[in-house]
């Protein structure tokens, strides 16, 4: 018997794709990038509409601090606290809020305390940081 022997493969046997045109014009090539459009639109305007929705909730949040703000002001008998300033009203030197005596263990609180370069007057805006 005989062996069958297969001639040997070289590089020239190997087959690629790189001399075949890409068809980009295939139709259903497009019609796969149209629905990848539409998709990614659709969820880009579901994005936008939650995100405008965060908006008008921290608006609306605003509104409700610079109500309580406000109330808060006329209780005390502050006309308007400026941005960045002290009271339309307050003299220099007055607005401080006298401290209620600290019930903890710290020493040193007491009634009368005057208020320090770190604490907050009526006047001041309070600043929190996250």
């Known amino acids: 018997m005989s062996k069958f022997t297969q001639p040997s ?3 020239r046997d ?10 980009v ?3 259903h090539k497009m019609y796969m990038r149209l629905f990848a459009l539409e998709t990614e639109r659709h969820r880009r305007l579901q994005e936008r509409a ?5 908006v008008d909730n921290i ?7 610079a109500e309580e ?3 808060l002001l006329q209780i005390l008998g502050v006309e308007a606290v400026a941005p960045g300033g002290p009271p339309a009203n307050a003299r220099p030197g007055s607005g401080r809020v006298p401290t209620q005596p600290h019930r ?3 020493k040193g609180t007491g009634a009368g305390r005057q208020t320090t370069s770190g604490e907050t ?4 805006a309070v600043k929190i940081r996250y």
């Open 25 to 27: 014009r295939a139709p």
């Open 104 to 106: 903890g263990r710290g």
């Open 9 to 11: 493969r070289s590089v």
């Open 50 to 54: 939650s995100a405008m929705l965060r």
């Open 14 to 23: 190997i087959k690629t794709l790189a001399g075949m045109a890409d068809d």
């Open 69 to 71: 703000m406000e109330q």
């Open 121 to 124: 007057s009526v006047g001041e």
């Open 59 to 65: 608006d609306a949040r605003c509104a409700e601090i």
